[in-house]
Each structure stands twice: as C-alpha cells, then as structure tokens.
C-alpha cells in the first residue's frame, strides 16, 4: 500500500455524508493556507485555498473554515463520495520557515458505500 | 498532475551511488520545488527554484543538490545516496511565490538498497 497512509489518523463516513476533516496549524502569524487530496500513488493535488483575513471560504462541495483564535483549519466535504477517499492535508505559509509552506502528516478519509 | 512529469517514477539503487531524479513542466512557472514524503511526516522541502540558475536549500538538503538550466526542468541529484533517502519524491511548480498554490507532479518512488 501507499507508505504515506502509515500512521495517520483515519475518518471513516459512510457514503452521502458530510465529511470534516481537522488541522491544526502552528504559527499564528502564518497568512496563507491550503487543503490537498492525494489518491493513492499519486502526488497531492490542489482543493481550496484561504487566507487569515477570511474565517470561509466555499469551492464545489468544500468548504474551507479559519479560527485563527485556536489555530485551527477544517475542509467540509458534503455528501462524500467514494472517490473522495484519499490522504488529506492542510499547508500553512509559515514565516518561521522564511514563508516556506510546512505540510501536515494528513488524514485519511474512507469513504463506505 | 497537469503539465508536471517526473522521471523516472519508480528506481531501485544500491547505496553509495549517484542517482539524479528530474522534473519537466510545460507551464512556463517560474517557481519549482522538490518535496520528500516518509510515513508519519509531511511534505518535506529539499530544494526549491526561483528561477533559471537561482536555486535554493529547504529544510532536508542535505546529501542532495539541484540544478536548474532552463525554465521547464529542475533536476535533482542525490551525490551518494543512502538508505535514509528511501522515499518518495514530488516535484512542484508554482507561479509566484509561496503565496501561490503549487502543482505537484506524480512523484518517483526511489528505494535505496
């Protein structure tokens, strides 16, 4: 299997449902942030972007949601699909790091149909 | 993975030994970056591009180098590789900075024996 799913917390949704997948970032003075979808054997691909001076942002059944007070990010997914399994992590642009984007470990979604 | 190849996808080889990984897009972005992914971590920066001969180190650089020739390639290199460099490497591209979203191209699976 896919060496990147080791150790990952795993969230289990049945299909139709609504999925909500946490982060939770590190820098409070980071300003830019991202969800990514990677399928097994391939490279992550972009979902939905937002920035701190936002607390929502909506694409096409996600939702991206910012608390910047407790330094959390979430992505609603609504009525998962199987084809929304995959390891989803969120980026944060961290000026620590010289604004470099630091990726967390993700999250594996499974969808069950 | 649209306009962003990686070649090879998949190489087996022997510690000690040179192994150069490169990367091949057709956006014309100026931005390109090599990630490291290993169970339990994120995306990890080893070197990133800003530019035709600019290059610069991220956070796992060492054992590795990188050139940058021309717009659409950025060539990795591992000097002498090891047995920590196991892993799978994915070549990104961006259009500006680190507050653009970066496009990641499928990734090369190296396993280093």
């Known amino acids: 299997g896919e060496s990147v799913g080791l150790h990952l917390p795993t969230l289990s949704v049945q299909e139709g449902d609504n999925s909500i997948i946490n982060c939770a970032y590190s820098?409070?003075?980071?300003?830019?942030f991202i969800w990514y979808k990677q399928e097994s054997g391939k490279g992550p691909q972009f979902i939905i972007d937002?920035?701190?001076?936002?607390d929502k942002r909506q694409g096409q059944r996600v939702t991206v949601l910012l608390n910047k007070t407790v330094k959390h990010l979430s992505l609603q997914i609504a009525a998962t699909q199987p084809g929304d399994s995959a390891v989803y992590f969120c980026?944060?642009?961290?000026?620590?790091?010289?604004?470099?984007?630091?990726f967390g470990a993700g999250t594996i979604l499974r969808v069950k149909s | 993975d649209a306009g962003i190849t990686q070649s090879p996808r998949h190489k087996v080889t022997e510690t000690g030994t040179p192994v150069t990984l490169r990367c091949h897009q057709t956006?014309?972005?100026?931005?390109m970056y090599w990630y490291r992914q290993d169970p339990g971590h994120g995306l990890r920066l080893i070197h990133y591009?800003?530019?035709?001969?600019?290059?610069d180190k991220g956070e796992v650089s060492d054992g590795y180098s990188v050139s940058r020739s021309k717009t659409e390639d950025f060539l990795l290199t591992l000097e002498s590789a090891t047995s920590s460099q196991t892993s799978v490497y994915f070549c990104?591209?961006?259009?500006?900075?680190?507050?653009?979203?970066?496009?990641f191209g499928p990734g090369t699976r190296l396993l280093v024996l």
């Open positions: 990104a591209i961006s259009e500006r900075t680190w507050s653009g979203t970066q496009y």
């Open positions: 956006e014309n972005h100026r931005y």
């Open positions: 591009s800003y530019g035709v001969k600019d290059t």
């Open positions: 980026a944060e642009e961290n000026m620590e790091y010289g604004n470099k984007l630091v």
């Open positions: 937002i920035r701190s001076n936002m």
């Open positions: 820098n409070s003075a980071s300003d830019y």
